[in-house]
């Protein structure tokens, strides 16, 4: 299915979606990935762009006859194609959530994914910047600010909030003004499945904010402006497109590795494990749901220090 097709209808799938938001409170992302996977398995399983397979069965009717040999033959075609660990996994657990909501909810009489093996996620260790780079970039970012540009000031109040609090590019989009208390340097932050945390920053950040609020953001607002923490040159609430082209040019502006804006929120979680804080600590700024996914990062921590061993013990 390419992207320029309209993707078929499916009232099953709508009902999922709405499942997926307001009872799982899954975010955005996971749940447009989720609709995509399974009109992924739609296509496999023969539906064209009418949104009809070969026997002229629609969406809702091809998604409730699969089996579990289907779903293997599915899984096996994109191992074929050599789509990543990931996907396949990510695939397959949209395929176990779909069809146990459907038959719990009596949609099909069992769920032909009850038994589909989990394909295991490719373990790769996230892209993390030194404190040095993460230095040269807030000072681009900070000495930008010289030219009396409000945007410039907003890049560097987002480049700093994102490293100082570990927020995801699509959390520091979402954030309101009264989401930040600047007296006690904490912000409210709205995670995934809408869980809130608070979450501390420290002196550079408040500087940079007091900036962004007292003076630069005033610039910008308009009639139409809300609340929005992060504004955009017409008034508007900044998006996650801009802001992540935020980091990429000031990378490029600092001589640094460029990297995604995610990044920053693996080299927080490193730099703070690397200097001593605990697992739960770190997981709680961080605002993962499970410690497994927090514990990753001390394998990152573990292969700086075995570096530094090799490096540095005359034994190693």
Known sequence: MSGTDAPPASELLAQFERYLRHQRGLSNNTVRAYQGDLLHLAHHMGIDQRG???????????????????????????????????????????????????????????????????????????????????????????????DGDPLHVRDWASAELLYATGMRVGELSSANVDSVDLDNRLIRVIGKGDKERVVPFGVPAARALALWLDVARPQLVTTHTDAALMLGRRGGRADQRQLRQVIHDLCHAAGVPDVAPHALRHSVATHLLTEGSDLRSVQEVLGHASLTTTQRYTHVSAERLRAAYQLAHPRA
């Open 52 to 146: 009809l397979d070969a026997a002229g069965r629609d969406v809702d009717a091809v998604l409730a006859a699969v089996t579990l040999p289907d779903l293997r033959a599915w899984l096996a075609s994109m191992a074929n194609a050599r789509l990543s660990r990931t996907t396949l996994a990510r695939r397959g657990a949209a395929a176990r959530t779909f069809y146990a909501w459907a038959e719990s909810t009596e949609r099909v009489a069992a769920s032909p994914a009850a038994r589909l093996a989990s394909a295991r996620p490719a373990s790769v260790l996230p892209d993390v910047m030194s404190p040095a780079d993460i230095d040269a970039l807030l000072e681009v970012a900070r000495t930008r600010c010289d």
